[in-house]
Nanobody, 121 residues
Framework: QVHLVESGGGLVQPGGSLRVSCAASGTIFSINDMGWYRQPLGKRRELVATITSGGSSKYADSVKGRFTISRDNAKKTVYLEMNSLKPEDTDVYYC???????????????WGRGTQVTVSS
């Protein structure tokens, strides 16, 4: 069993900052890419940012320069630092990770349950 648990969401004013975290637990041999996604109402889930096990990252155009993704491999945790937040950043943010449970298994795609981020005055 593998679990991804997000934390750190909440209410913040426009222009403010927030950091969300996602910790992986369970039977884990290796974690490949980790990332954050969000799903606007009525739309498909969209990529916010991803980071490889080596630390290479990529971002959606809408968050470049404002959001920073990072990870602590020893803690099996990925973070998303969000600055200069806008009302349109309001959404449920989902953690994602490619995880291998044993040396011989393949990587499976796991999702957290999401954490709500609300940007409003």
């Amino acid at each position: 069993q593998v679990h991804l648990v997000e934390s750190g969401g909440g209410l913040v004013q426009p222009g403010g900052s927030l950091r969300v975290s996602c910790a992986a637990s369970g039977t884990i041999f290796s974690i490949n890419d980790m990332g954050w996604y969000r799903q606007p109402l009525g739309k498909r889930r969209e990529l916010v940012a991803t980071i490889t096990s080596g630390g290479s990252s990529k971002y959606a155009d809408s968050v470049k320069g404002r959001f920073t993704i990072s990870r602590d491999n020893a803690k099996k945790t990925v973070y998303l630092e969000m600055n200069s937040l806008k009302p349109e950043d309001t959404d449920v943010y989902y953690c994602n990770a490619l995880i291998k449970s044993t040396p011989t298994s393949t990587y499976f795609n796991f999702w957290g349950r999401g954490t709500q981020v609300t940007v409003s005055s």
